[in-house]
């Protein structure tokens, strides 16, 4: 792991995976996203725990697996509203707490993912 990374800041690959768990948990029981997501979350979670590594400056798992990440582009199959953008967001703002990840850093990440949540929006409301 490289230092000075936020991955490594947060407590690395175990962080991402409590993250991820507390957050397709989250997911599948909200109202707003169910309609979107598969009933298993289980391989998304999978992809979402290769790309958050990569994304917070740990190895680059999600290319060497998936190739570039043209994540809007992933995302056109999917109307991504204002209001799911939101639900999204609430979601990722939980599972922040559940995951146990404190601040600056919790403010931090929740910043970078607010950024990227805005630039998947595809759907007028
Ligand atoms: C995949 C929804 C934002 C990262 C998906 C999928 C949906 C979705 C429905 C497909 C799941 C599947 O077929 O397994 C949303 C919604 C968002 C959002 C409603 C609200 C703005 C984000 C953000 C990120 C992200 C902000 C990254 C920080 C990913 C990744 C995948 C994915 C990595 C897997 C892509 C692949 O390799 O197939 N998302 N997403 N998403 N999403 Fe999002």
């Keep these: ?11 690395g690959s175990d962080t991402i995976d409590r993250l ?6 989250r997911v599948g029981k909200h109202e707003k996203l169910i309609p979107i ?8 979670a999978r992809k979402q725990k290769l790309f958050l590594t990569q994304f917070f400056g740990g190895p680059n798992l999600y290319t ?8 809007r582009r992933r995302h056109l199959p999917f109307e ?3 209001e799911r953008k939101d639900a999204w967001l609430e979601c990722m703002e939980s599972a922040l707490d559940d995951a ?3 601040e600056p850093y919790r403010t931090a990440v929740f910043e970078k993912l ?3 949540a805005h630039h998947m ?5």
Excluded: S
Aim: hydrophobic share 30%; charged share 20%.
């Design 1 to 11: 792991t490289r230092p000075g990374t936020m991955f490594e800041a947060i407590g």
């Design 20 to 25: 991820v768990t507390a957050f397709y948990q």
């Design 37 to 44: 997501f598969p009933d298993d979350l289980t391989e998304t």
């Design 64 to 71: 060497e697996d998936r190739g570039h990440p043209m994540l």
């Design 80 to 82: 991504i509203t204002p």
């Design 100 to 102: 146990n990840i404190d």
């Design 114 to 116: 607010t950024m990227t």
């Design 121 to 125: 929006m595809n759907t007028p409301e």
